[in-house]
């Protein structure tokens, strides 16, 4: 029911007409108070604080008063916010989260380990750091650089190989004996020198004249192939130098003086250009269109008094300055006359004339020749004529 009766005239409060503490703290306004309403001992406080640079010392895993820090070996394995479990076989990656080690990481053993996707093994039997795909392991790079026979060049482009793993250019190897692991018919290593030429990087194949004692292999190391001789002894050791010069052959003479490697040390088709260097500068004669290169080599070096091409020269594609125009012969019957033979060596006459090939004299380097008659190639013995100048050749290939 309404108030009924006068109506009392409104009154402002006072002070006095509130009791003490019947305003409570939820009857005052958010924000209302300020610091004028505030006791100035609160303020001061407040103020004093708002200026601090300092905290009380710390001590234990955080310590300092200003700059606060974290002790050394503080964090351990529990304060990490790291996802997955933490053990012995798992490993922190960048995600946040513990995984299970790849197996194989730092395995170093001849025959592949169980492996997840990711992990890397030093295959030992190959020398090759491989890496797995979840699937297989594949190569990613090559430990063999030639250095030694365990490491020997085992690629199909061996100087292309020796060229990747030593991080060289074509043409600026530096010279020296590196081994390679190859064969056409059978698996051969053995040493040889490689150097650089006319701008390109190359592998010597034969070093001056073929010692008759020696046609048909030094038979001193069953690691290279039975006709190449003066590459190692019989330790297995390299024997062959970078020396290039020729003199009267002996067994003290293998490697300094007279190296073979024969052309099936590599397999078939590796090579596609030669370089000779003669015995008057020496100069370097290039050539680089003969086909099926590892024909003529094998004819060149034929254990028989029967096998040659008739009449056959081959004229280089470049040569070096000063140069005579020589071309190259690698089993050559000329049927000229009494009939006359070379091999493996340059001749500045390409014509099949009468006696123009039939004294070491004539060519500018030569293997073996022949006067009249058969081939003689195995019976018969040039040492003598061939110890000084006119057995002094080099024969190189490239790929």
């Known amino acids: 029911m309404s108030y009924m009766g006068k109506v009392r005239p409104t009154v402002a409060l006072t002070s006095s007409d509130i009791v003490d503490g019947a305003i409570t703290t939820d009857k005052i306004v958010d924000d209302a108070v300020t610091d004028v309403k505030v006791a ?27 700059a606060l820090t974290i002790a050394a070996d503080a964090v351990d394995i529990a304060m990490l916010s790291a996802t997955g479990t933490a053990s012995s ?13 790849p197996e194989g990481g730092a395995t170093s053993q001849s025959s592949a380990p169980t492996a997840t996707a990711g992990a890397f093994w030093h295959d030992t039997s190959e020398n090759k750091l491989k890496m797995y795909d979840g699937t297989a392991w594949f190569p990613i790079k090559t430990l063999l650089d030639g250095s030694t026979a365990a490491k020997a060049i085992d690629s199909s482009t061996p100087i292309t190989a020796l060229l990747a793993a030593r991080d060289e250019a074509d043409g600026s190897i530096t010279t020296g ?20 030429y006319d701008g390109k990087t190359w592998i010597l194949i034969q070093k001056n004249f073929h010692p008759h004692a020696y046609k048909s292999g030094d038979s001193i190391s069953s690691s290279d192939h039975a006709l190449s001789y003066g590459l190692m002894d019989a330790s297995n050791n390299a024997v062959i130098t970078t020396n290039l010069t020729n003199t009267t052959p002996s067994s003290s003479t293998l490697g300094v003086n007279h190296s073979l490697v024969h052309i099936d040390s590599f397999a078939d088709a590796t090579f596609t250009k030669m370089l000779v260097l003669d015995n008057i500068g020496p100069h ?15 004819l060149g070096h034929a254990q028989d008094d029967t096998s040659w091409e008739d009449n056959a020269t081959y004229s280089a594609d470049a040569r070096q300055s000063g ?32 006696d123009v090939h039939n ?11 022949n006067d009249g ?13 061939l110890a000084g100048t006119e057995g002094y050749l080099s024969i190189w290939v490239a790929e």
Not at 40 to 66: C, E, L, P, R, Y
Not at 284 to 298: G, M, P, Q, T
Not at 362 to 369: A, Q
């Open 40 to 66: 100035n001992a609160i303020n001061t406080s407040i103020a004093a604080n708002t200026a601090k640079v300092t905290n009380a010392t710390h001590t234990g895993d955080v310590t300092g008063a200003t």
């Open 89 to 101: 076989t798992t490993i922190l990656y960048g995600d946040n989260t513990w995984k299970t080690e």
């Open 177 to 196: 004996i590196y081994w390679f692991k190859n064969g056409n018919g059978g698996t051969y290593t053995f040493p040889t020198v490689v150097s650089n």
């Open 284 to 298: 370097w004669h290039r050539f680089n269109s003969i086909s099926d290169l590892d024909a003529k080599f094998r």
């Open 323 to 354: 140069a005579t125009t020589s071309h190259f012969v690698f089993n050559t019957r000329f049927t000229a006359g009494d009939t006359d033979f070379g091999r493996m060596g340059l001749t500045d006459n390409a014509s099949n004339d009468h």
């Open 359 to 369: 004294d070491a004299s004539e060519y500018e380097g030569i293997s073996s020749f």
């Open 373 to 385: 008659g058969a081939g003689a190639y195995l019976s018969g013995n040039d040492d003598t004529a």
